[in-house]
């Protein structure tokens, strides 16, 4: 099945640093990738559409200065956090769609666990 | 936009059947997802519904109806690791997927 990886797992980092995520399809092309945020036992948020070769969009209320994405291939988008705060510690995960299959099926990472102090 | 309602918490015994219920409210709708997760963990793809009906895959059936906007997953034969939080998901026709607050569901011995 497709596999999407997401580096790191985990990070902590102080207040007002940057954190790179990255989010990797391993073996199936995705023009488009996904970034979500999931608060402690709240669901899943829709932050913004990665699109290869092109600008992501953003989702009402998501500071496209503050949460930079980039999706220079078919198969790595990264969201970096800038400027990070303790209110942006969160689980992010990111997820993507296979172009070979003819399905609307989103295959997600592992997830990212932020925590800046 | 989505608007995507499901029960906070659902409690059931080993062995049982849980029937975890969804309703959505959509602009463009391309489909109806259901997701496990465990805590801490990404969600896990359980099925998918875009036409009217029942689908069944082993212990796990989820159910669609695009008139009455109203989805739910059925879980027979529960096991303990059943126990999960049950993400009901919408998909808009650009490929979005909206998310309900999810069911955590207790499996009790």
């Known amino acids: 099945g497709a596999v999407v990886s997401q580096h790191p797992s985990w990070v902590i980092c102080k207040s007002g640093t940057s954190v790179k995520i990255e989010c990797r399809s391993l073996d199936f092309q995705a023009t488009t990738m996904f970034w979500y945020r999931q608060f402690p036992k709240q669901s899943l948020m829709l932050m913004a559409t990665?699109?290869?070769?092109?600008?992501?969009?953003?989702e009402q209320g998501v500071e496209k200065d503050k949460f930079l994405i980039n999706h220079a291939s078919l198969t790595l988008s990264t969201l970096t956090v800038t400027s990070a705060h303790p209110e942006d510690s969160s689980f992010y995960i990111c997820?993507?769609?296979?172009?070979?299959?003819?399905?609307?099926?989103?295959?997600f990472g592992p997830g990212t666990r932020l925590t800046v102090l | 936009g989505q608007n995507i309602d499901q029960p906070t918490e659902m409690t059931a015994t080993e062995g049982a059947i849980v029937q975890i219920n969804c309703t959505y409210q959509?602009?463009?709708?391309?489909?109806l997802f259901w997701y496990q997760q465990h805590a801490g963990e990404a969600p896990t793809f359980l099925s998918y519904?875009?036409?009217?009906g029942l689908e069944e895959k082993g212990r796990f059936s989820s159910f669609l109806s695009r008139s009455k906007g109203y989805s739910y997953l059925l879980l027979k034969e529960l096991q303990m690791k059943d126990s999960a939080s049950y993400l009901c998901a919408a998909l808009s026709n650009d490929y979005k997927l909206s998310f309900g607050a999810g069911t955590t569901v207790t499996v009790r011995a």
């Open positions: 990665s699109n290869e070769g092109s600008k992501a969009t953003y």
């Open positions: 997820s993507a769609r296979d172009l070979s299959e003819d399905h609307n099926e989103q295959f």
């Open positions: 959509t602009s463009g709708f391309n489909g």
């Open positions: 519904n875009v036409l009217d």
